[in-house]
């Protein structure tokens, strides 16, 4: 596959439907932050086409346009494609596990959570890029679609609760749509801060709301946690989709294209 330039993106957009909630808000975050890229199979009239952001893929078009090598570059990813493609991604990777995606809207006002004590919640500035390298590992993932630390404080699309200025909990928007936002969050492994992440949410969806736009929120069907904090946060099941989570190019995979 090959990498689209940036002048020939809008000819593409209808491939990819705008205004659904949840990932599929993905290639509007791409179009309006240029945080990804776009491949097909063809730089004119492609048959297939591919939006990478994060470690987040989304194909559409013709499963017969790719072969398993031209996927190579994706692994490590979590795919999203319609049924045709699932052969061929089942024959590009190993392992290839599926994993069930529920996509929740906000329907229902909540009142405003009081975070713990000495536990301040704030939207991040550009001047807290520091503060968001100190995270931990397993926190990492949330800056992955704003590309990184600095981006994602200069967005504007981010809250977090500060205990003794150590970041312990963000929420921010995740894919950027032209209808709904997409948001994620993610904490320090602490109970307590459950009242924490949920004042992060809140002051996010409020944010939102004034931008004219519904809060969405993806979780994984098994996440138990993150399914009642937002129904919690006043978030209610929308659908289910399956996102395949890839593991290394398939031997037979061969080099990418």
């Known amino acids: 596959m090959i990498n689209l330039p940036t002048r020939r993106l809008p000819a593409l ?6 205004g659904p909630p949840g990932s599929a808000a993905l290639t509007e975050h791409v179009l309006s932050t240029d945080k990804g890229r776009w491949w097909a199979d063809r730089a004119v009239r492609p048959r297939a086409i591919a939006v990478e952001c994060g470690d987040h893929v989304l194909l559409r078009g013709e499963p017969d346009a790719l072969v398993p ?4 570059r994706f692994a490590g990813c979590t795919i999203e494609a319609p049924e045709p493609f699932r052969p061929l991604i089942a024959a590009s990777f190993e392992p290839v596990r599926p994993w069930q995606r529920i996509v929740y809207v906000k329907r229902s006002a909540t009142p405003p959570a009081r975070p ?3 536990v301040t919640v704030r939207r991040l500035t550009g001047r ?3 503060a968001l390298h100190r995270l931990p590992p397993a926190m990492h993932w949330i800056l992955r679609t704003w590309g990184g630390p600095h981006p994602f404080a200069r967005s504007g699309y981010a809250w977090a609760a500060f ?4 970041i312990v ?3 921010c928007t995740y894919f950027l749509g032209s209808e709904y936002e997409d948001i994620a969050c993610a904490s320090v492994p602490d109970p307590r801060l459950r009242p924490a992440v949920l004042a992060c949410v809140h002051a996010l969806c409020f944010d939102i709301a004034a931008r004219r736009r519904t809060p969405s929120w993806t979780v994984g069907a098994g996440d138990r946690s993150s399914r009642l904090l937002a129904w919690h946060a006043g978030f209610r099941p929308e659908h289910e989709f399956t996102r395949f989570a890839v593991g290394d190019p398939a031997k037979r995979a061969g080099a990418a294209s």
């Open 169 to 171: 909990a963000l929420a």
């Open 163 to 166: 205990h003794q200025g150590r």
């Open 128 to 130: 807290d890029g520091r």
């Open 13 to 18: 957009v209808r491939w990819f439907p705008a």
């Open 69 to 72: 090598a031209d996927l190579a």
């Open 116 to 118: 713990p004590h000495e």
